[in-house]
């Protein structure tokens, strides 16, 4: 059973937007943080956006205001809503959940957003 399952990513033009999400299975429990990262060519993994149990959210300054990550604790689910998308956003997007002292990563998802 894969740990994490992640959807939504895709090519979009500037200005356009984007929805990920990433579930979590059944194998992963007692979940903490949930999160995004994102990873650009020659750059290093870098965090979005994550959100905590109780909902406490932590952004990126480049994505505060175009960005929203959600989460659904009753189904191990976390979104991240990318809006007015611009291309320096590119990148593969990694869901990351904090489980029992453990870091899980999903397989990475690629968002491209053309000028």
């Known amino acids: 059973q894969v740990p994490l399952v992640e959807s939504g990513g895709g090519l979009v033009q500037a200005g356009g937007s984007l929805r990920l999400s990433c579930a979590a299975s059944a194998s992963i429990f007692r979940i903490n943080a949930m999160g995004w990262y994102r990873q650009a060519p020659g750059k290093q993994r870098e965090l979005v956006a994550d959100?905590?149990?109780?909902?406490?959210?932590t952004y990126a300054d480049s994505v505060k205001g175009r960005f929203t990550i959600s989460r659904d604790n009753a189904k191990n689910t976390v979104n991240l809503q990318m809006n007015s998308l611009k291309p320096e956003d590119t990148g593969v997007y990694y869901c990351?959940?904090?489980?029992?002292?453990?870091?899980?990563w999903g397989q990475g998802t690629q968002v491209t957003v053309s000028s």
């Open positions: 990351n959940v904090h489980s029992r002292g453990i870091y899980h």
């Open positions: 959100i905590t149990t109780g909902s406490v959210t």
